[in-house]
């Protein structure tokens, strides 16, 4: 073993999914951002969490409305991902500016991304402020695939990469 710093440490993590958040401003406009650092933290009631630092549009959208769709992008939406990654919902309306395809949610008054491999609709559920970021927690209200099952996930390791492809159930 040797002794490293946390951050020469950390880089072995990768690669991770990629989740995009989903959320609303309160004016009623829909915005889109990855998240690397996001897990499922309950089974029973489903929760899920995710980190957001302070200064996203996306911390204030959560903030304000409580409600946020977590999806599990598909090996297919790196260029969606790289784009929504690097501009903010504050300056531009992504949805938009990709044309990004959408279906309707069931339970919350936000949009489904029609190409993502799975999404959750969520509610939020508690927060807890750490150092940069806010880790939001949302109860699973509902649950949605694709009708054409995306067989791969998205993963980023500094560049974007598709994960080992995956049995899916019928
Ligand atoms: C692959 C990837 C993972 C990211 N993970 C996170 C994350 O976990 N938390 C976070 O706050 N920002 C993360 N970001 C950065 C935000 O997505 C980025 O700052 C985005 O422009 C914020 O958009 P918004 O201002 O519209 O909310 C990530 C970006 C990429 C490309």
Redo the contacts with the bound molecule.
């Keep these: 073993m040797k002794q490293v710093k946390p951050e020469q440490a950390l880089v072995h993590k990768y690669p991770e999914w ?2 995009l958040i989903v959320a609303c401003a309160e004016d009623g406009t829909p ?8 897990m499922i933290c309950s089974g029973d009631p489903l929760l899920v969490a ?4 302070f ?5 204030r ?1 959560i903030e304000e409305t409580g409600e946020f769709i977590f999806a599990w992008a598909g090996a297919h939406q790196a260029r969606l ?2 784009h ?7 300056e531009e309306d ?1 949805f938009e500016a990709l044309q990004i395809p959408t279906a309707p949610a069931a339970v919350l008054d936000l949009p489904l991304l029609a190409e993502a491999a799975i999404n959750l609709e969520c509610k939020l559920r508690d927060r807890m402020k750490t150092g940069d ?1 806010t880790i939001f927690v949302g109860e699973v209200v509902a649950a949605h695939l694709p009708d054409k099952p995306t067989a791969t996930l998205l993963n ?1 390791g500094g560049k974007f990469a598709s994960g080992a492809p995956i049995d899916l159930p019928e």
């Design positions: 990629v989740i915005n889109v951002m990855p998240a690397g650092w996001g995710v980190a957001i630092a200064d996203r549009h996306t911390h959208c991902v790289k929504c990654g690097s501009t903010s919902g504050a992504k970021h980023f």
